[in-house]
Structures are given as C-alpha cells and as structure tokens.
C-alpha cells in the first residue's frame, strides 16, 4: 500500500509540471510565442518567397522611383523602382543560409572539440584550449572580416567566416559542461560496470548535454546573423541580383535623405529576426538552467 | 600560488596567446587568391620580367616559412612592413588612426556602463515592474540591433530629420555622439542582462537575508552590499566589451565615416592590401590580450575569493 502511494507520488509530478508549462500564457510567455511566430514566418519567407513577396524583386517599377511606402508599395521603392518589401522578402534567404548554416558547422565542430577536450582531458584538453585562446584573441568580427577577405566574396565564404569565428564560443561551453557530466554518479556508475567510452559517450554524455549546446546555438543564430550581415553591409559578400539583408541595406546608405525607408526596414528585418531569437534563446536557457530558475 | 606569481603566468599566457593569434592571422591572410603583384601593376604595361622583379623585392616568391620568419623578425624590431597600395610604413598609419579609435571605444563604453549598471541594478531591485521590463527590452533592443542599423537609423534622425547633429565626419566632439551611442547600445544590453542577473543571484544569497535579519534598511542592502557583489561579474563582460568594441569601430567607423583603424582595415580589405590587414588585426589582437589580461588582474584585485582561491 505504501509503496504504491509513493509511487503515485512519484508519476504525478512531471505530469503536473507538464500540464502547467502548457496552458501557461503569461506576460513573458506571451512574448516567446509571439517570438515564435516572426520566426516562423521569416523562414516562411526565406522557403517560399514567391508566395508571400508582392512583386518580382528584380522588376524595376519605372514609374515609381524611390517613392515612400504607400498602399501599392507598403515599404516604397528603391532608386531602380524595385519593390523594397519584396526584396526584404527575397533577401531572407541569404541572410538566414548564413546564420544557420554557420551555426551548424561552427556549433558541430565547435562543439565537438569541446566534447572531445572535456571527455579526453590531459594533453588533448591542453593543446585544444591554446588553440581556442588564440582564436579569442582576435575579435570575432575581425576575424571573420579576415577570413572572408582571404577567400574571396562569396555566400558560403562568409558563411564559413562567421562559423570559424564562432567555433570558440561552443568550444568553451561543451567543454565546461563535459567536465560536469562526466564526473556525475551515473556515468560513473556506468563506468565502473564496464561500459566502453564511446558508450558512455553517445548513450549517457551527449544526450545530456545537448540542452546547454541548443541554448547556446539558438543565441548563436542571432549573433551570427549579425556578424554575417555586418560582412555584407562592408561589402565582403556577394554581389547578386537579390542581395541579403545587409547588402541591401548597405544600398540604401547613399539614400538616407531622400529614400530613408530603403535602410531602414532591410535593418528592421535583422532587428526583428534576431530579437525574437534572442527571446527564445533565454525562455530556452531559463527552462534548463536550473540556476535561473 | 601568490598573486604576483599568478599575474606573471597570466602575463606568459597572453604572450603566447599574441604569438599564435601572429601565426593564424599569418595563415589565413597567406590564403588570400589573387596576386597582390598584379594588382600593384598593370600587367597589360608591366613585361613578365618586371613583375618577377617586384616580387622579388618584396619578398613574395620565398616560400611561406621564410616569409613568416622575415615578417615575425621584422616586427620585432617594430616594423609591421609598408602598404602595397601607397608603400606608406603600417605601424605609424595605424597608432596615427589608432587614438581616433580608442576615444570612440572608451565614451561607447563610458556610455555603455552608465545605462548598462543604472538600468541592470534598477532592473533587478524593482523586479516584474515596469521599469524592469523596459529595461530588459533596452538590454533585447541592445544585443540584436545590428550597430549599422542603429547607426543609420541615428543619423536619420539626428542629422537629416532634427539637424543636431553631424552624420560623418571626425573633427569635434560633435562627431563623436552619435557613434558613441551606436556602439555603446551594444555594450549597454550585455551590461544590463549581466547585471540583472547577478544581482537576482545575489540576493538570493544568505548574507543578504542576514543583512535584513540585521534590520538594515533595503537600500543599504541593495545598494552597499547586493550592488557590490553584482558588479564583480560584470567587470568581466565590461572588459571583453572594450576589446568587442573596439573591434566594432569596423563597421561603425564606415557608418559615420570617421577616421581610425577600423576604417584602414576596410578599405584595406577592399584594396587587398595585405600588409595593412595583417598589421591592423595583429595590432588589435595584442590590444584585446592587454585589456583581457589588465580585467583579469582587477579581477583578482576586486574579488577577495578569486585572490585566495588556488
């Protein structure tokens, strides 16, 4: 009987813990989902363009050169007459190919080495630590700004330029959080059974040790966004037909007294992105981080 | 180990940290496609014989060791080498730009400490009010607005809009707002967030709730005691910001067309000029180390724990 009421005990609180985080709609909860929501719909973006610009960014309206934002052009038209919020629209590509796809080199690889330094240890966690100072001695944006330049315009240049910049930030993390694991009773325990490294590595590390690595590449996302569009903006990315974000931005500078609105909303774009991934970013810290709690 | 002892290992590590961030920043710039001969000279006028010569001179055809050891000796003896485009000596282009700079670094970050401690302190002490939400949505604003929207949306209205302000330029005081303020909302969000943070840790802690046991006021508690805690932590992210900043002069510099290092290098990089790139991230990297290991030391200083710790 008692042991059947402990074990009642036992089930019912995740259960109820769940329950609560899903009808929960406060005033911060509110901001995650609307959150949410603008990245769904950026991405929407960058998937189905044709769907959800009004116009072909390329045709230049002629009759509508550099005219403000009205009912037929909602964000106005640039100095060739293109359709300023269907070329944000098109330009959400870019600017999100080179924020994920650097997280996800620059986050695998990052956080494989500090996987690797934290789990080995000994020389291995020495010889990868040096190398992480020295890529934090250079300032990331320096850095991706020299790598770029090194290998030339290009999207996926300075795609990988942002992800090499961004490898010692992940390194840092997983290392911190392998050396907190790996010491836990469980992984201990497992140990003394027998159980081979890579094991406990793939069965027992990595699967709690993803939640530290997700935070950190959700507020990656943001940064590297901005560090990719800042490339664009001094000129280090591609030249295309449909620029990204920052390129296009860039644009608009020799307009700020007659066309304000060609800047400002491709920089709206980026603000708006980042921000709500940045908001998920902390609901997402806050919710495994026990400290914060 | 004493406190002396530890700043001179701390001072070792930065030493070698300098000298492998020389050989990486060596690496990728020796990657760089294209011939910087050929862009020096046109080879439509240029005989093969005068750009084999040319790169002769300047060493290009040595292989990458020897051309590593000829440039490490030479900046030894302080010679960061000449800029292909106008042969001007690097080191004295970049410490004449370099105080443009470091004034521009040191009011974003006068600014960023202001509104970052104010606002992160009353953030925490009047927690779920509106003043903390406010704050918080400064510090959001603050980390995911790009510096060169928030430049551009600056100029827009302080120089075109109002007229207060001048949009570019580096001669008064006058240039200097505006980018200060740019750059420094960066720092000011880090700060806010870090501070807050820490703060609500604080004061969690049971020295303050033996404080109040004690009956001292609230604000004695929070401003002496809570407040003094909370900053420890946030003199690191102030110190990393000063070397994020100075970096960030890059793209703000370019916003407001203002001379300094952050400029050189871009319009170094647009004209491939290979000296000067190499020369201004070396010397930004001995800059980052310097302010890494000065917080370091503080930190030991300010922290009684850290200083007793090992």
Known sequence: ?293 | MTLISKALVRIANSFVSVLGSLILVFCIIYLLPGDPVLSMIDPSVATPEMIENLRRELGLDQPFYVQFVEYFTAILHGDFGQSLINSDPVLPKILMHFSATLILTLTSTIFSIVIGVTLGVLSAIYRNKWIDILARLVGLFGISMPTFWSGILLILIFSVNLNWLPAMGSDDWKTLILPSLALGFVGAGLIIRMVRTSMLEVVNEQFIVTLRAKGLSERVVMYRHALRNALIPAITIIGMNIGEMMAGTVVIETVFSRQGIGRIIADAIMAKDLPVIQGVIFFSAIVYVIINLLVDLSYSVIDPRVRRSH
């Open chain 1, 1 to 293: 009987m008692k042991e059947a009421i402990n074990s009642k005990t036992i089930w019912s609180a995740p259960k109820w813990n769940l329950i609560k985080l899903k009808i929960n709609l406060s005033a911060s909860n509110l901001f995650v989902y609307v959150a949410g929501m603008i990245v769904l719909f950026i991405v929407a973006c960058a998937l189905f363009p044709q769907w959800i610009a009004p116009y072909s960014p390329t045709h230049m309206h002629t009759e509508f050169i550099l005219s403000p934002p009205s009912a037929l052009h909602l964000l106005g038209t640039d100095y060739f007459g293109r359709d300023v919020l269907s070329l944000v629209v098109y330009g959400s590509r870019d600017s999100l190919i080179i924020g994920v796809v650097s997280v996800l080199i620059g986050g695998g690889i990052g956080g494989g080495l500090g996987a690797l330094a934290g789990y080995v240890g000994g020389v291995v966690d020495m010889i990868f630590m040096r190398f992480t100072d020295i890529l934090m001695t250079i300032p990331g944006i320096l850095l991706a700004l020299a790598i770029a330049a090194a290998l030339g315009p290009s999207l996926m240049n300075v795609v990988l330029a942002v992800a090499v910049s961004s490898i010692p930030g992940y390194t840092r993390v997983m290392r911190g959080q392998m050396m907190s694991i790996k010491k836990r009773q469980f992984v201990v325990a497992s140990r003394s059974i027998g159980t081979p490294n890579w094991r406990i590595l793939i069965w027992h590390i990595l699967p709690n040790s993803w939640s530290p690595l997700l935070v950190m590449a959700t507020i990656g996302l943001g940064t590297s966004i901005l560090v990719g569009s800042g490339l664009s903006f001094l000129g280090l990315g591609v030249i295309k037909e449909i620029p990204d974000w920052g390129a296009l931005l860039a644009q608009g500078r020799g307009y700020l007294t007659t066309g304000w609105w060609i800047s400002t909303f491709p920089g709206l774009a980026i603000t708006l992105f980042v921000l709500s991934v940045n908001i998920i970013g902390d609901k997402l810290r806050d919710m495994y981080d026990p400290k914060t709690k």
